[in-house]
């Protein structure tokens, strides 16, 4: 039952700006190992675009270096993605990404952690020249 609501997709101009949005849901936010967002273009492989970690530090893709910027909000789990400057080549379906752990109780007293991945249905990013 976990999900992830993707928004903020569409067109703009090259040169020009976009906010994308991922909430989670069914997930606590002290659970999340990571989240944040890949895309994948017409013929090319899904690349990573921007990933937040648990302890705030960053990730970001080689080609969007300085023009995007990734932030987590907590409460509710939400993450943005702010991009600027836009170019043709940011063109693809932006996926948002979360990586969250688990536990389960064993037999006897043990506890036992479990590491999963969820994507989202991935949302549409055009940048026109």
């Known amino acids: 039952q976990v999900q992830l609501v993707e928004s903020g997709g569409g067109v703009v101009q090259a040169g020009g700006s976009m906010r994308l949005s991922c909430s989670s849901s069914?997930?606590?936010?002290?659970?999340?190992?990571?989240i944040g967002w890949y895309r994948q273009a017409q013929g090319k492989q899904r690349e990573l675009v921007a990933l937040i970690l648990k302890d705030g530090s960053t990730n970001y893709g080689d080609s969007v270096k300085g023009r995007f910027t990734i932030a987590r909000d907590n409460a509710p789990s939400t993450v943005h993605l702010q991009m600027n400057t836009l170019e043709p080549d940011d063109t693809a379906v932006y996926y948002c990404y979360v990586s969250y752990w688990t536990t389960t109780r064993g037999w006897g007293k043990t506890f036992n952690r479990h590491d999963h991945d969820y994507w989202g249905q991935g949302t549409q990013v055009t940048v026109s020249s």
């Open positions: 069914g997930i606590t936010s002290n659970s999340i190992n990571s």
